[in-house]
């Protein structure tokens, strides 16, 4: 298992992206979180099997239709406590 946090930059907000993100979490059997950010980006937190997390990575460079990704940036994070779920956090 290997955690990650991802900022996604670009025409990311109002176009289902949290929604759709979730979605595709879930699908993959991946816990953590995805919010919107005050500066317009989104973060998101992908907790989960290698192969699991690049597939995950691979659709946030893409992203739902109307959105426009021009940045993903993915840091790796120490797993501390196991996430239980993933869900939408909102700020």
Known sequence: MKRV??????KVQGVFFRA??????????LAGW????????VEAVFEGKEDDL???????????????VTKVEVYDQVR???LES????YF
């Open 5 to 10: 946090r991802v900022i996604i930059s670009g």
């Open 54 to 68: 690049e597939a995950m990575l691979s659709w946030c460079r893409k992203g739902p239709a109307a959105s426009r």
């Open 20 to 29: 759709r993100t979730h979605e595709m979490a879930q699908s993959l059997s």
């Open 34 to 41: 995805v919010m919107n950010r005050a500066d317009g980006s």
């Open 86 to 89: 993933f869900t939408i956090r």
């Open 80 to 82: 501390s406590e196991p």
